[in-house]
């Protein structure tokens, strides 16, 4: 077990949807990052928060947006959802999020978009 | 973004020590090397991390060349439960992003 838990683990919805995804980091951790994995591919990096601020930006879409509350748990919302976006959806937590600390990932939100 | 280079598959037998290469030509000089590794349906899980100088912990060793423009995972005996996907990823100081690249997929044959 990471500490890091992320909600729901299963979601099926239809395409022109919204949903939302949520991470809880490990106590103590500041950083929160969101990764996109497609099948068979690799970890796509979304975005990052640290203490609530936007940190880094990576290749997310315009449909989807994130934020990081004052608790420190986040969420990734998805939009005008296509069957592409069909993916595993990676929460990772870390003390720091300067990039040489380790980061603990949850166990993942499977999307599927009909 | 600096990016990592990896085989795709590298097979090894039970018990034996694997060696886990990783391009990073384009590292800056305070980025850190990372390793992670995923099994199926499973959140990738830390392996090890370093900056400069060799690192070892309970999982693995981590040898980092001279130049940093490459580095080894070593297990030192692996077992069936390391088969997994390894990734070898980039710290980036600048930004705190940890950016994955394709990954090596590691067979271990009884």
């Known amino acids: 077990d990471s500490g890091v838990t992320q909600t729901p683990k299963h979601l099926i919805t239809a395409t022109g949807q919204r949903v939302t995804l949520r991470c809880s980091p490990r106590s103590g951790d500041l950083s929160v990052y969101w990764y996109q994995q497609s099948l068979d591919q690799g970890l796509q990096f979304l975005i990052q928060y640290y203490n609530g601020e936007e940190r880094a930006k990576g290749n997310i879409l315009e449909r989807f947006s994130a934020q990081q509350f004052p608790d420190l748990h986040s969420e990734l919302n998805l939009s005008s959802l296509e069957l592409g976006d069909s993916a595993l959806y990676f929460c990772?937590?870390?003390?720091?999020?300067?990039?040489?600390?380790?980061?603990?990932f949850g166990q993942g939100t499977r999307l599927t978009v009909v | 973004d600096a990016k990592t280079t990896q085989p795709n598959s590298m097979e090894s037998n039970e018990e034996e020590p694997v060696h886990l290469p990783c391009n990073h030509s384009t590292i800056s000089g305070t980025d850190y090397i990372h390793w992670y590794r995923q099994l199926p349906s499973q959140g990738p899980e830390y392996v090890i991390h370093?900056?400069?100088s060799n690192v070892n912990n309970r999982m693995a060793s981590l040898a980092i060349a001279e130049d940093r423009k490459s580095s080894t995972l070593i297990l030192h005996r692996a077992t069936l439960r390391d088969a997994a996907v390894y990734y070898c990823?980039?710290?980036?100081?600048?930004?705190?992003?940890?950016?994955f690249g394709q990954g090596t997929t590691l067979q271990v044959k009884p």
């Open positions: 990823i980039l710290g980036l100081s600048n930004t705190g992003k940890l950016i």
């Open positions: 990772a937590s870390s003390a720091r999020g300067n990039g040489n600390t380790e980061a603990f």
């Open positions: 370093g900056l400069t």
